[in-house]
């Protein structure tokens, strides 16, 4: 099993950036990956952001160029750095662990709660 923590959400102005954090317990041998989905009122729950643990990060189009995953192995942590923000980035963000490399062949199996995120205008 694997327990997730998610922090650093909040209201930020439109261009400004956050740094989510994604704090991981626990052990499953089948986990490979790491992903964070947001989901926004009224709207599909969409994949934004997954590293491997080999290393490869992949990005949807919409976030591509602003936002960055990584993780740090020796704090079990991982992270999306999210700059430039806009309104349409508004939404509840979620950690998970999973399996896969691409985004379309990503599978989460774990969730963390969800975090906040709010960009204004």
């Known amino acids: 099993q694997v327990q997730l923590v998610e922090s650093g959400g909040g209201l930020v102005q439109a261009g400004g950036s956050l740094r989510l954090s994604c704090a991981a317990s626990?052990?499953?041998?089948?986990?490979?990956?790491m992903g964070w989905y947001r989901q926004a009122p009224g709207k599909q729950r969409e994949l934004v952001a997954t590293?491997?643990?080999?290393?490869?990060?992949n990005y949807a189009d919409s976030v591509k160029g602003r936002f960055t995953i990584s993780r740090d192995n020796a704090k079990n942590t991982g992270y999306l750095q999210m700059n430039s923000l806009k309104p349409e980035d508004t939404a509840v963000y979620y950690c998970?662990?999973?399996?896969?490399?691409?985004?379309?062949?990503?599978?989460?199996?774990?969730w963390g709660q969800g975090t906040q995120v709010t960009v204004s205008s």
């Open positions: 626990g052990s499953d041998s089948s986990i490979n990956a």
């Open positions: 998970t662990a999973g399996s896969g490399i691409f985004m379309g062949r990503y599978r989460p199996t774990y």
């Open positions: 590293i491997h643990s080999a290393g490869s990060t």
